[in-house]
Antibody, heavy 121, light 112 residues
């Protein structure tokens, strides 16, 4: 069974930093691209970042480019999101999401349960 | 403002059929990119409902179906049940954006 378990969320002051982790199990982690998708309170889904299976290709949404860094450790079956210079508008539930390989267009086939990041003074 | 446009809400009585539209443009759905649909039950993470416009993952009831035409896509739910009450999101890919993944704003389905 595919499992994605996020951790690392919490309350942080504007301008602060936080590192999210996602522990993957139930599949060959090193064979899949991975993503972070966030959802602000009461709002819709927003794609944040993607990383290919070998970390060769990395993409970011314009809203986080230059502040967030996605990375992975295939030996530890783990995905990370380093978030710096946090702003109030970064407040959201952050989901770890597996890149779907069954469709020609990129999408997600499995989601974690999410971890809440709150940016407030 | 989402790149893909969905109605904020739809509703239907148990047993009825409802549809949710997802309207894009020539740089995403109209460019030939597939549409995926996700269901988010209250207080839970999203779940893949339809992939590649019209395909159901294992375990998704055949009451859910998807279609795509031109620059739009639709999700249809027949035989509406109380447990279908959820938020539904469409998602595709956009060649004109640096990030390229795009979601609809979401549609809240209320079962009356």
């Amino acid at each position: 069974e595919v499992q994605l378990v996020e951790s690392g969320g919490g309350l942080v002051k504007p301008g602060g930093s936080l590192r999210l982790s996602c522990a993957a199990s139930g599949f060959t982690f090193s064979s899949y691209s991975m993503n972070w998708v966030r959802q602000a309170p009461g709002k819709g889904l927003e794609w944040v970042s993607s990383i290919s299976s070998s970390s060769s290709y990395i993409y970011y949404a314009d809203s986080v480019k230059g502040r967030f860094t996605i990375s992975r450790d295939n030996a530890k079956n783990s995905l990370y999101l380093q978030m710096n210079s946090l702003r109030a508008e970064d407040t959201a539930v952050y989901y770890c999401a597996r890149y779907s390989v069954v469709a020609a267009t990129p999408g997600v086939d499995y989601w974690g349960q999410g971890t809440l990041v709150t940016v407030s003074s | 403002q989402s790149v893909l446009t969905q109605p904020p809400s739809v509703s239907g009585a148990p047993g009825q059929r409802v549809t949710i539209s997802c309207t894009g443009s020539s740089s995403n759905i109209g460019a030939g990119y597939d549409v995926h649909w996700y269901q988010q039950l209250p207080g839970t993470a999203p779940k893949l409902l339809i992939y590649g416009n019209s395909n159901r993952p294992s375990g998704v009831p055949d009451r859910f179906s998807g279609s795509k035409s031109g620059t739009s896509a639709s999700l249809a739910i027949t035989g509406l049940q109380a447990e279908d009450e959820a938020d539904y999101y469409c998602q595709s890919y956009d060649s004109s954006l640096s990030g390229r993944w795009v979601f609809g704003g979401g549609t809240k389905l209320t079962v009356l």
